[in-house]
T-cell receptor
Framework: DTGVSQDPRHKITKRGQNVTFRCDPI?????LYWYRQTLGQGPEFLTY????????KSRLLSDRFSAERPKGSFSTLEIQRTEQGDSAMYLC??????????????FGAGSRLTVL | QKEVEQNSGPLSVPEGAIASLNCTYS??????FFWYRQYSGKSPELIMS????GDKEDGRFTAQLNKASQYVSLLIRDSQPSDSATYLC??????????FGKGTTLSVSS
């Protein structure tokens, strides 16, 4: 169990550029979640997958955001045409299948995005 | 919209005292309740989960749930300076993603 891995840990980009983050969950976890967190706020839900299926997406999520989990293993989160308001920590989490454990999230270290 | 409310603090307690952290939630269908701890610059880590009304104890931590009042709390006994962190309350209903509160910052002074 190597934990949840996220890459890159820090990304600095100019407004208008596209960025992509990758998340590798714990191997036996079938659920994968993306959250965004800004300073002084709790994690804000973006989307989650069960295996390769995207089951829920926040209504607050702009069309510029897209997430994939093509083979039910790693996931990518892409932000197109970045804006300064996208600057945040992007957290990935995963959880085990089934029952109450499906709701126990293990977080990665996060990918910090700075949009200049 | 589902909401989870917490007092942002800071909550300051002396070492050895009991820290009491509170959380209310809006969705009556909520079934799972969690407390996560987040140190500055780190990711959230789970410290307690509770699923039924009443108290659940784990070491110095006690989670309390009252579904009728839509209220969940966390008590930390014998608070230590190492407990200084932000405590996040998180709630979800079956089949939905976990929704977090803004967190309460706890400061334990030695």
């Amino acid at each position: 169990d190597t934990g949840v891995s996220q890459d890159p840990r820090h990304k600095i980009t100019k407004r208008g550029q596209n960025v992509t983050f990758r998340c590798d969950p714990i191997s036996e976890h079938n659920r994968l979640y993306w959250y965004r967190q800004t300073l002084g706020q709790g994690p804000e839900f973006l989307t989650y997958f069960q295996n390769e299926a995207q089951l829920e997406k926040s209504r607050l999520l702009s069309d510029r955001f897209s997430a994939e989990r093509p083979k039910g293993s790693f996931s990518t989160l892409e932000i197109q045409r970045t804006e300064q308001g996208d600057s945040a920590m992007y957290l990935c989490a995963s959880s085990r299948p089934g029952g109450a454990r499906a709701n126990v999230l293990t977080f990665g270290a996060g990918s910090r995005l700075t949009v200049l | 919209q589902k909401e989870v409310e917490q007092n942002s603090g800071p909550l300051s307690v002396p070492e050895g005292a009991i820290a009491s952290l509170n959380c209310t939630y809006s969705d009556r269908g909520s079934q799972s309740f969690f407390w996560y701890r987040q140190y500055s610059g780190k990711s959230p880590e789970l410290i307690m989960s509770i699923y039924s009304n009443g108290d659940k104890e784990d070491g110095r931590f006690t989670a309390q749930l009252n579904k009728a009042s839509q209220y969940v709390s966390l008590l930390i006994r014998d608070s230590q300076p190492s407990d200084s962190a932000t405590y996040l309350c998180a709630v979800n209903a079956a089949g939905t993603a976990l929704i977090f509160g803004k967190g309460t910052t706890l400061s334990v002074s030695s």
